[in-house]
Every structure is written in C-alpha cells, then in structure tokens.
C-alpha cells in the first residue's frame, strides 16, 4: 500500500503529459487549412507581411509583438538614415489579418509559422527630402527575413 500513492501520481502525470503532447502538435494539414482561410489583401492598401516562424514564437501574442518590434525598429532607422530628425508620420492602420497558423509559402521556405499582415493606406507625411518607395526600400533592408513590404503598386502578395 506503501507504493500506491508514488504509483497513481506518476499515474497521473503521464496521462497529463500525454494530453499535452497530443493538443500541441500540429500538422502541416493544419497549417494548409488555416491557410486557405486567410483573406485576400486589398490591392489598394500598403501591406506589411510577416510569416513569423514558430520557433521564434510560439503564441500568436508573441508573434505579433515580434512583429510590431521588428517594424518599429526598421522604420524608426529607415527614418534617421532618410530624414535624420524629422518624425516620418505613415497613415493608420485600417486593418489586419492574424496571427494565425500557416505554413509559409513555397518561395519563403515553407516552414509553420504565424501569419500576420497588418495594412494601411499608401503615403508617407513629414520628411520632404524622401518618399514612400525609398521609404519602403530603407525599412525592408532592415527587417528580418519574414517580414516583407507589399505597396499598393506592388501586389500580390
């Protein structure tokens, strides 16, 4: 009687560790379904288009702070080195779609991941001595590899 208690834990934390190891797998099944359900993005809208792979971040909050973080730092240097210390204001944001589950396209590796596009209307306020593409073109060059810029004049995605 001794052994019972030791036993039903251990018992225990198997069959829990089991359930774990069951809900978080995830399939490239999964990933190709989730896919599909992602809506077309406006060609009349700039978007910023991330497919965060899922080592770098395992929950969609996660993926989407790495995201903003990323952009943040990219713009804010594509500014200094444009416009040294004028503020570049970009319009609002008028939308965005995930982060959701996806396995990344072919072209980009093809690995899961977490899609997230946030879009907003084309222009750039604030710094007369650039534009938006030379904008886009300094902020793209100092993203990470799954983030890409779609202008409106540059679609589809």
Known sequence: MGNTLPTGIISIVLIILQGCAMTTGTTSHTFQK???????????LDHYIAWIPLEKAQTAGVARALTHISLGNAREQAAEELCGDTRIIKQPVTGSVGPVQALAPASAGGYP???YRISQPPGLHGCS???SHSFHQAVQASLPAWINIRTAANQPE
């Open 34 to 44: 989730t896919l599909t359900d992602i809506p077309a993005a406006d060609p009349v």
């Open 113 to 115: 991941a977490w899609y």
């Open 129 to 131: 001595r650039t534009d």
